[in-house]
């Protein structure tokens, strides 16, 4: 099993910057991918951003050039930092692991789930 608690939401001003952290634990076969995804009210969960356990990123093409995706592996936590925030960034932002996935993105891949974090631009 792996546990991840994501922090670092809230509320930001439009045209800032946030970074938000998602601890892991447990099983590191099972973390070997871990990845960003954030839910706006009404609408399909989106994937943001992965990591696996080799350094391979990928980034979604809604937010290409305004997030960086870094990892302390001696923490086990993942960071996400936003950069020049715009109001639909407004979302409850989700951390998932699980073994390395065919498609890192799709948030139906994933086992895993934190519980969440809110960010308000």
């Known amino acids: 099993h792996v546990q991840l608690v994501e922090s670092g939401g809230g509320s930001a001003e439009s045209g800032g910057s946030l970074t938000l952290s998602c601890v892991a634990s447990?099983?590191?076969?099972?973390?070997?991918?871990m990845a960003w995804f954030r839910q706006a009210p009404g609408k399909e969960r989106e994937g943001l951003a992965s990591m696996s356990n080799d350094g391979r990123v990928i980034i979604g093409d809604s937010v290409k050039g305004r997030v960086t995706l870094s990892k302390d592996n001696a923490e086990n936590t993942l960071y996400l930092q936003m950069n020049r925030l715009k109001p639909e960034d407004t979302a409850m932002y989700y951390c998932?692991?699980?073994?390395?996935?065919?498609?890192?993105?799709?948030?139906?891949?994933?086992?895993?789930w934190g519980q969440g974090t809110q960010v308000t631009v």
């Open positions: 998932a692991a699980d073994r390395l996935l065919m498609r890192p993105l799709e948030a139906s891949e994933y086992q895993y």
């Open positions: 447990g099983d590191a076969y099972s973390r070997a991918l």
